[in-house]
């Protein structure tokens, strides 16, 4: 006899009651994705009131702002910057990818640091005028940042700006005791601000120093004696750099010359004979005039800078009035 086991239905409510306790636990499971701050990972499909529309399979969230940092060595707001300003431009949490420096038309150079970090200008800036810098830097996601800034530097007049000149002048060729001469037409008083700025290159290399004459005169002079054929290059980078007192440099200057022969005269005041040498070679012996006495010339080493055919001696230049019976005036 064969017996068959009945089928037996549950109610529709038993079986619901099921499906709900099913659901619980795969919601259970779900939430225990999440971090204990509540930053877990975001589901694909919710939007941004946090509606779930998706699968429920839960994704990395995607990073979309930039963690790089851009700032400028400019003062805050609009407030006018001075020209001795050298722009800088840093990223931090980042590298700098480019930047831009312009005023009206025109690009200004620059130089990035090793490890991108930092951007320096070529140069300082020229009174009253309008630039603009826009820099982009990108973070280690390759997402990027980017800042852009708008300025205006201090007018300044001609009596508020020194001019250097140099001497000697481009190209000339001068004696083993000539100095290089700057001359400022508007007086220096920060005087070690604008030495940083003052260079001078020799070849074959020579070593010297800088003495200030007065606040519109610097010399730079060998340790000893040139050396004959030595070429000179001075610069002269003083644009925009602050000489004190309100007044800033007015254009970088650069001249080059050579050094010639090697003419010295030695004087003997005792036997009033002077030897001209050129190169160590005596060439001649010249019988000359010390001054009478309470005139004698002084001793030491004098450099003679300039060179006439005719020259008048006129005792004025020394203090000696017209009316002085020690007055002279030779043509």
């Not at 499909?45 to 946090?50: A, I, T």
Request: hydrophobic share 35%; net charge positive.
């Amino acid at each position: 006899m064969t017996v068959r086991r009945a089928l037996v239905r549950k109610p529709a409510r038993d079986r619901l009651a099921a499906f709900s306790a099913t659901a619980l636990l795969a919601t259970a499971a779900l939430a225990g994705c999440s971090s204990d701050g509540g930053d877990g990972p975001l589901a694909r499909g919710v939007d941004g009131e946090g509606n779930g529309q998706g699968t429920g399979q839960a994704e990395e969230q995607v990073k979309t702002v930039s963690e790089a940092r851009l700032r400028t060595n400019l003062p805050a707001g609009r407030a006018k910057v001075t020209v001795d300003t050298l722009l800088e431009v840093s990223a931090t949490n980042g590298t700098l990818e480019k930047v831009a420096f312009t005023t009206g038309k025109r690009s200004l150079a620059g130089k990035l640091s090793r490890d991108s970090g930092r951007w320096t200008a070529a140069d300082r800036l020229e009174p009253g005028r309008d630039y603009r810098v826009s820099a982009v830097a990108v973070d280690g996601d390759g997402l990027k940042r980017k800042i852009e800034r708008t300025f205006r530097t201090v007018p300044l007049t001609l009596d508020q700006q020194t001019y250097p000149s140099i001497a000697p002048l481009a190209g000339e060729t001068v004696g083993v005791g000539m100095p290089v001469i700057l001359t400022f037409d508007v007086p220096v008083t920060d005087r070690p601000e604008i030495e940083k700025h003052l260079s001078v290159d020799t070849a074959p290399a020579q070593p010297g120093s800088w003495h200030w004459i007065s606040d519109n005169e610097v010399h730079w002079r060998p340790k000893s004696y040139w050396q004959p054929g030595t070429d000179v290059t001075v610069h002269a980078d003083v644009n925009g750099v602050n000489a004190g007192n309100g007044i800033y440099g007015q254009e970088d200057r650069t001249t080059k010359f050579r050094i010639g022969d090697a003419v010295v005269m030695k004087v003997d005041v005792a036997s009033h004979r002077m030897r001209v040498l050129n190169n160590g070679k005596l060439l001649r012996t010249i019988p000359i005039s010390a001054g009478k006495p309470g005139f004698t010339t002084r001793s030491g080493v004098k450099v003679i800078i300039e060179k006439f055919r005719y020259k008048t001696m006129d005792a004025a230049t020394t203090g000696i009035s017209e009316d002085d019976p020690e007055y002279y005036n030779i043509s």
